[in-house]
């Protein structure tokens, strides 16, 4: 297997070297170049050409958001796809998060991840799976929820036909939804129902099909607005694979 290449971009060489020792100790993972400040990470992003960039947000001159932007904006190589972006913070402010989602990073990830969440988001977003923080997903949902109903769900032509989607959706979907909806990972859901992350990550790209969703946010909101975060727990597990596939 190819090891997905990494290039680290913070302004503190302790946090760069932390990284590049964690993304080291993966088999299946690369640290092909370090940078410390957003120029830096623009001009060896377009010469390295990684598969992720883990990015700093808050860094003097052109910020972790601003490189993101320049990064996906002017990627330079027609044939060689554009890196995928996970941002690294030491803060979960919404304004960072929305900023960096805005410029088209993968993932948001809190630098206080454990080294095993980090490997695990990198592998995800290079595959193109949304990554983040689950306090992350919490405030994205809690933000959009805020916002009037009509601007929530859209016009009642399309809220009446993901109602009927949900309504469709087996007893091991709902689960999947729910603990998406609760910011697991594919690799964590899979650990939950005793499934493999294949398995897991098909199911949820079913469920978002079903639901005319993009992504794992989208149906994070959709979750919250149907009431199914107040599902008990005990619902959720290997056991419950009897009630649906």
Avoid: C
Wanted: aromatic share 2%.
């Amino acid at each position: 297997m190819t090891p997905l290449t990494v290039l680290v971009v913070d302004d503190q060489e302790m946090v760069r070297e932390a990284l590049r020792a964690v993304v080291g100790r993966r088999e299946d993972l690369r640290t092909i170049g370090t940078a410390g400040d957003g120029e830096q990470a623009v001009e060896l992003a377009f010469a390295l050409r990684p598969d992720v960039v883990l990015m700093d947000v808050r860094m003097p001159g052109t910020t972790g958001v601003e490189a993101t932007r320049r990064i996906l904006t002017h990627w330079p190589h027609p044939d060689h796809p554009a890196p995928r972006v996970l941002v690294l913070t030491t803060f979960d402010h919404d304004e960072y998060v929305h900023a960096a989602l805005r410029a088209g990073a993968t993932g948001f990830l809190l630098k206080n991840s454990h080294p095993d969440e980090l490997a695990r988001a990198i592998r995800a977003v290079a595959g193109g799976e949304p990554a983040l923080a689950p306090s992350v997903t919490r405030r994205l949902i809690g933000t959009v929820t805020a916002l009037p109903a009509a601007l929530l769900t859209g016009a009642p032509r399309i809220r009446d036909a993901r109602e009927r989607a949900l309504e469709a959706l087996t007893e091991r979907e709902l689960e999947v939804l729910l603990l998406v909806a609760r910011g697991r990972s594919n690799a964590q859901i899979a650990d939950d129902l005793a499934l493999t992350e294949g398995t897991v990550k098909s199911r949820v790209n079913r469920i978002l099909t079903r639901l005319g969703l993009d992504n794992r946010v989208q149906a994070a909101i959709l979750a919250h607005e149907a009431g199914l975060l107040g599902l008990r727990s005990d619902r959720v597990g290997p056991d419950a694979e009897r009630h649906g596939q």
